[in-house]
Nanobody
Framework: QVQLVESGGGSVQTGGSLRLSCVASTDNSYMEYDMAWFRQVLGKEREGVAAAVRDGSTMYADSVRGRFTISRESGKNIVFLQMNDLKLEDSGMYYC??????????????????WGQGTQVAVSS
């Protein structure tokens, strides 16, 4: 069982920055989970934004590569998403997801079992 709680969303102007955090609480703290961020805008499909698998590797959507950075605390199921140079199209509800083994398909939301409730990001001019 994994409980995910996201935080850090808010309103920001274009070009600004936000730092999202996700804490995964488990009853098996010795296990490390692959974790990722997804976002969704009303009327559009869920988009994989960034992923941090437990071996330390990361993956990014083309739309955010170079602007967003995913990181995690070593040995813990805590993940961050540093979002810089935010654009209007970055607005949306951001969700944290986790599962034990995702690997190369870490930006595919169908690979994740556990999801948080989301934190809203609103970017304006």
């Amino acid at each position: 069982q994994v409980q995910l709680v996201e935080s850090g969303g808010g309103s920001v102007q274009t070009g600004g920055s936000l730092r999202l955090s996700c804490v995964a609480s488990t009853d098996n703290s010795y296990m490390e989970y692959d974790m990722a961020w997804f976002r969704q805008v009303l009327g559009k499909e869920r988009e994989g934004v960034a992923a941090a698998v437990r071996d330390g590797s990361t993956m990014y959507a083309d739309s955010v590569r170079g602007r967003f950075t995913i990181s995690r605390e070593s040995g813990k199921n805590i993940v961050f998403l540093q979002m810089n140079d935010l654009k209007l199209e970055d607005s949306g509800m951001y969700y944290c997801a986790a599962d034990l083994w995702v690997g190369q398909e870490s930006l595919n939301g169908n690979m994740y079992k556990y999801w948080g409730q989301g934190t809203q990001v609103a970017v304006s001019s």
